[in-house]
């Protein structure tokens, strides 16, 4: 394996590990019951139902938009940075916060992979963008 085919699996593979993380929440869209088994808490109550199923939505649509840019190098940029600005946020309010119970702890540590992913990948996105390294290889598509 090359050092411009190693860059580029690397790049998208972290994509994918963290677009998937993201995508797991969007189960929560189908109920109280369900976002109860994620969180660990009680979403009877219609208003948090609804804020909670469509944040299950939005991350459904962040993870897919961090798995298509594996595979498109244009949208790369915009998908390391809105995931590390999702990740980075929610790692820091529950660091402020404290005291979550497992299914969160569970969310955190999904996040610190998410987290550690998406850094490795942009350096080596900006890496490959500062050097040129795949500037003659066809991407993947």
């Not at 991350?59 to 390391?80: N, Y």
């Not at 999904?110 to 040129?132: N, P, W």
Request: aromatic share 8%.
């Amino acid at each position: 394996m090359t050092q411009r085919s190693l860059v580029r699996y690397v790049i998208s593979a972290t994509l994918v590990v963290a677009g998937l993380i993201h995508v797991l929440p969007l189960s929560g869209v189908l109920g109280s019951e369900r976002l109860a088994s994620l969180y660990g808490l009680s979403f009877n109550e219609p208003n948090l139902a609804i804020l909670m199923r469509h944040r299950a939505v939005l991350f459904g649509l962040l993870g897919l938009f961090l798995i298509v840019a594996a595979f498109r190098p244009m949208l790369r940029t915009a998908a390391f940075i809105a995931g590390l600005i999702s990740v980075v946020s929610f790692l820091c309010i529950a660091a402020i916060v404290g005291n979550y119970n497992e299914q969160i702890r569970r969310v955190v540590t999904a996040d610190v992979i998410a987290f550690v992913c998406l850094l490795a990948g942009f350096v080596a996105h900006r890496y490959v963008q500062s050097t040129g390294v795949t500037k003659h290889a066809p991407e993947m598509s």
